[in-house]
């Protein structure tokens, strides 16, 4: 990357926030600049999800939610609205290999990146960063900014 501060400037652009493609190239510096800036950050690899129960399994595994998440949409709303339980500078969440859960549950991939959307847009508000990064080849995703 070429800009002035690289990732770490993206990623700290809070009016830039929300959920976006995960470039091919620079994985590892993306990572590396979100650590460097505060924020937790949570890989989650979506490789042999196919549905709902697989997928909110995944998350609420590869992001510690507490044992209150109830596996359904509003209890994953309320864990991403309330982040308390994982106290950080801000967020980045890396969906990885998204393709078969696009291709097998297409509803349920589009309703966990609009809940991933609304709530980087809540926190927005609040001041903090919160960047969903999603890793597959279909479109109707933006590209990250500034990369």
Request: hydrophobic share 50%.
């Amino acid at each position: 990357m070429s800009e002035p501060g690289g990732y770490e400037a993206v990623l700290r652009d809070i009016g830039r926030t929300g959920v976006y493609h995960l470039p091919l190239a620079g994985r590892e510096e993306i990572i590396a600049a979100a650590k460097n800036c505060g924020f937790a950050v949570f890989r989650v690899d979506l490789a042999e999800i196919g549905d709902k129960a697989g997928l909110l399994a995944a998350l609420a595994r590869e992001m510690a939610f507490p044992d209150w998440f109830g596996q359904n949409w509003d209890a994953f709303a309320d864990c991403l609205a309330d982040l308390s339980w994982r106290p950080a500078e801000g967020y980045l969440v890396l969906l990885e290999h998204c393709d078969l859960l696009h291709a097998r549950a297409l509803d349920d991939h589009l309703k966990v990146l609009e809940l991933f959307a609304a709530a980087a847009n809540d926190w927005r508000e609040q001041g903090v960063a919160l960047w969903c990064l999603v890793d597959m080849q279909a479109d109707g995703i933006n590209w990250l900014p500034g990369l």
